[in-house]
């Protein structure tokens, strides 16, 4: 689809250039402007800009790669952390998981609210990143690269707050059945497709331990359809102690 001559609208300025080149059908272009610096990839090869990039939010630095994941939207990290804290209220000392956790965004946060840190992913390269953009929390984390549904099966078999940002298929029924079955007092889900949130919501519902007490939708996505959204979901009062037992 041809851009208009002033470039796309809603790309920031100081992305590298992809106007007036020429591109092989089908080529998948990303690019990328951090804080600092801009990085353009085509195809996963790096043709202009910087390897790894440093984006700034939640009062950390955090170096990241093109090929990593990070919210597209300049403000987003920031809005959807102070969300993710205001709904499950971290208290010092607790356990928390940060699952599909990426170069450690959420895990940072829970670990500078004084949490004891969990985090997996399946991409080794953003937990290389994670490691070291977290390296000042030494033993309060641990990161791992791995499947979520696997990982889950080794983790601690407690935990006070788990914290998920699935890719846009969601995080499905066995996922969710796993995070019930640790007993959390309060669940973060942070969504970019309202319908994969939906069904997902649906399964930790049927369990008969958690109630959805609050969705929060943010327009990170100008100019398109889609919302991303943060649900947070509480463990009913009167659910008991027990683990609750995936089907």
Known sequence: MPLPPTGCPIADRRTPPVIHR???P????????GATQTALTVDGELIGGDHQLVELAADRSWTVRPDTFWQAHSLAAETLVAAVLDG????????????????????????????????????????????????????????????????????????????????????????????????????????????????????????GYYSVTSIRAFDLFPMTAQVECVAIIERDPGAGKGRVRGR
């Open 22 to 24: 020429q591109w092989n």
């Open 88 to 207: 499950v209220v971290p208290r010092r000392g607790e356990g928390a998981f940060d699952l599909y956790c990426g170069v450690g965004l959420f895990a940072g946060a829970l670990l500078d609210a004084g949490c004891r840190v969990w985090g997996v992913d399946a991409n080794a390269s953003a937990i290389e990143l994670a490691k070291n953009n977290l390296i000042d929390a030494g033993d309060r984390v641990t990161l791992r690269t791995d499947r979520v549904e696997r990982a889950l099966r080794r983790l601690p078999r407690r935990a006070d707050l788990i914290v998920l940002d699935p890719p846009r298929t969601g995080a499905g029924r066995a996922v969710m059945e796993l995070i019930a079955s640790r007993a959390p007092r309060a669940i973060a889900y942070v969504a970019c497709d309202p319908a994969a949130l939906a069904r997902d919501l649906g399964t930790i519902g049927h369990t």
């Open 26 to 33: 089908g080529s998948d272009l990303i690019a990328v402007a």
